[in-house]
């Protein structure tokens, strides 16, 4: 058995930035998934990375909050606490072509309202946020 001179709160620290550091990149993949399927949310997963970098990774903190498309975002949730009018129009819509589709798919009534109410959540948590005017 080797002996470490690292102590348990070094080992212990780098074991949680890695975990943060994972969490990160998994919610980054799932943002950048989010960007092209309608189903996937990006905001709240970018939202996600970049509170997780914040903790493992100040390099890919950085990238995040200085990404032309991604920066904003995070810039107006920190700064305001808000979503731009776009993408909330967006999301909300994306919502509700995603109910029709299931709607029109005949999912089981069971799973069409728990839908329903999962989306009516998400869409009530959006709308509620202050606005921030965001160029096209």
């Keep these: 058995m080797p002996i470490s001179d690292e102590s348990p709160a070094l080992r212990s620290g780098r074991i949680a930035r890695l975990g943060?550091?994972?969490v990160g990149f998994s919610a980054l993949v799932c943002g950048a998934v989010g960007v092209v399927l309608?189903?996937?949310p990006t905001t709240p997963f970018v939202l996600l990375a970049a509170f997780a970098f914040a903790r493992s990774?100040?390099?890919l903190r950085r990238w995040l909050v200085e990404h032309r498309t991604f920066?904003?975002?995070i810039a107006d949730w920190e700064l305001h606490g808000a979503i731009a009018r776009r993408y909330k129009v967006l999301a909300c819509g994306v919502m509700l072509a995603s109910l029709i589709g299931s709607f029109?798919?005949?999912v089981s009534t069971y799973i069409f309202f728990i839908q329903l109410i999962v989306m009516a959540g998400a869409a009530s948590f959006v709308?509620?946020?202050p606005d921030?005017?965001?160029d096209p």
């Design 132 to 134: 921030v005017a965001r």
């Design 38 to 40: 309608p189903l996937l």
């Design 104 to 106: 029109l798919a005949s």
């Design 20 to 22: 943060w550091l994972l």
């Design 71 to 73: 920066g904003p975002m």
């Design 57 to 59: 990774s100040p390099t």
């Design 127 to 129: 709308l509620t946020r």
